[in-house]
């Protein structure tokens, strides 16, 4: 339970602050003259606490109604790690209240999160399209392309497992979007935004041309 209870909060955590940078990136290209008021320090501060709030609050109710499920025997998730759909799949009861409070949830920190990035890319990309300047799109590039890189690899598993109708033959893909969402994307994640720095790439240059 508290393996799940932090799986989620962290999750849900990072739905938001992923929506927080969008809108970042959004007053920088289309809002430039205006970027240091729309995002000062504090507001930066308030929408940080908001998304950690957000994420451990909406993990409470899931990981409450799993200790209410009575499970058939047998104590083994077939999955990585404790998460919602796995230990469902254990109970001896009809979960369906469980499950409709998962999509509810999830359409609220996935779909949402995931509409308001979509809408501030649209926002930027008719900036892009109005601009003359190939130094001010280069940079433009060099600030959205690894935000948007990481909304696509967090986004995509996330609605496979969460929003996807269960059936009895996804259980082996469910385990590998899992894997892939808590292993593969975080490793990239850092290794995006760290390229993105002027430092780490002439480091990893040097380091492959001695290579």
Known sequence: MIQLYFALALGTTECVLLVVMSYD???????????????????????????????FINSAPHSLFMFWVPLCGH???????????????????????????????????????????????????????RMQSTTRLQKVFGTCGAHLMVVFLFFIPVLCIYLQPPTENSQEQGKFIALFYTVVTPSLNSLIYTLRNKDVRGAVSRLMGRG
């Open 75 to 129: 104590y083994q998730a077939d999955n990585f790690f404790c998460e919602v759909p796995a230990l469902l799949k254990l109970s001896c009861i009809d979960t369906h209240v469980n499950e409709l409070s998962l999509m509810v949830t999830s359409s609220i920190f996935v779909l949402v999160p995931l509409i308001l990035i979509l809408t501030s890319y649209g926002a930027i990309a008719r900036a892009v399209l």
């Open 25 to 55: 990136r959004y007053a920088a290209v289309c809002k430039p003259l205006h970027y240091t008021v729309l995002m000062h320090p504090r507001l930066c501060q308030s929408l940080a606490v908001a998304s950690w709030v957000s994420g």
